[in-house]
């Protein structure tokens, strides 16, 4: 987690590697946040809105296209930007700079981009918490996808999220460290409530295909052309998740991914009806199933729209940004508007 000092230490080393690699003003505004940057000549008055980050990953290459806050106001900025994420930001259109002196600023007539800088000194991993690595993510999916349930009893949290009570016990005081977490009153007047839920929801679809899904994933597989179409999953076994679910809460999408989330013990019952082949290139992705069947609801055949829509930013594809959109607009907003 960032703290205040991270977050002005990165904005003023970010603008002084700027102003180094481009001759060009880059001023911090403000004393406290929100904070703009200001972009001297030959840019005339360019005022932009920074969102500081310990790094990038390929879900906040297209989150600020979904979330539609006048992403040309917006810049990013971080301590090192990789040449790949460089390229797919400026492809989606996301402004940049970083500690390295990398940068994508794109205000006509004038256009800057700059990558392939690195920082000398080996870079320091950023601290995640428990609650955003695997099994406290586990936690966080269920009780975005339960809303009350934080006011339960740790014990029943843990046994609907499958994980153990001491697991529950440090991801509920790191989310009230972080400002997630509201607790009023005392004993039997004691309520516990989810604040800060959108941006919660944030970190979790960014954490989430870093930290969790790579390990979920049982393999690659081949199958007949559309074979997925008239597919019928029993939502016991298995469940539609990315693209598919996508297009099937829609209507919107055509899937070329088709991912299904799996009961681990028994692949085979999607493998062998529907014959899928084991193949690294092949577009049926196969992923373990990570909550109790019975803790979370399926949306008929389709996992929770909340994975619908981690799955769809996670490929940092803007193909899918669209359809992200509205699934979060129909289907997530309502569990993450405050109360």
Do not use: S
């Amino acid at each position: 987690m960032l703290t205040a000092e991270d977050h002005n230490r990165i904005i003023k080393n970010a603008c002084a590697a700027f102003m180094g690699q481009t001759g060009t003003r880059a001023d911090v505004i403000g004393r406290t946040t929100p904070r703009r940057i200001m972009l001297g000549a030959p840019f005339e008055k360019v005022k932009l809105i920074p969102q500081v980050k310990a790094r990038i990953t390929p879900t906040d290459t297209v989150l600020p296209l979904v979330k539609g806050n006048q992403p040309e106001r917006l810049i990013l900025v971080t301590r090192e930007v990789t040449g790949t994420i460089a390229d797919k930001l400026r492809e989606n259109g996301i402004q940049f700079m970083d500690e390295a002196g990398n940068a994508y600023i794109n205000h006509p007539p004038v256009y800057i981009f700059i990558k392939g800088n690195k920082i000398p000194a080996p870079m320091k991993a950023p601290v995640i918490g428990r609650a955003f690595k695997q099994t406290g993510l586990r936690v966080l999916y269920t009780l975005l996808c339960n809303p009350g349930l934080e006011n339960h009893p740790y014990r029943a949290i843990a046994e609907k999220a499958g994980v153990a009570l001491g697991m529950v016990n440090w991801v509920m005081r790191e989310l009230k460290e972080l400002g997630f977490l509201l607790e009023k009153g005392e004993g039997r007047k004691r309520e516990i409530r989810l604040i800060n839920k959108e941006r919660m929801l944030e970190r979790w679809i960014t954490a989430y295909p870093e930290q969790l899904r790579p390990r979920l994933v049982l393999g690659r597989f081949g199958g007949a052309t559309g074979w997925w179409k008239d597919a019928k999953l029993d939502p016991d076994q298995a469940l539609w998740g990315g693209e598919v679910a996508a297009a099937k809460l829609t209507g919107y999408l055509n899937p070329q991914e088709i991912t299904v989330y799996v009961d681990k013990e028994n692949p085979d019952d999607v493998i062998i009806p529907h014959k899928l082949k084991p193949d690294p290139g092949g577009e049926v992705e196969l992923i373990r199933r990570f909550w109790l069947p019975d803790a979370i609801a399926p949306n008929r055949d389709m996992v929770h729209p909340v994975l619908v829509y981690a799955d769809l930013m996670g490929t940092g594809n803007q193909r899918n940004v669209e359809t992200a959109r509205m699934i979060y607009e129909q289907h997530i907003v309502q569990l993450v508007r405050e109360a």
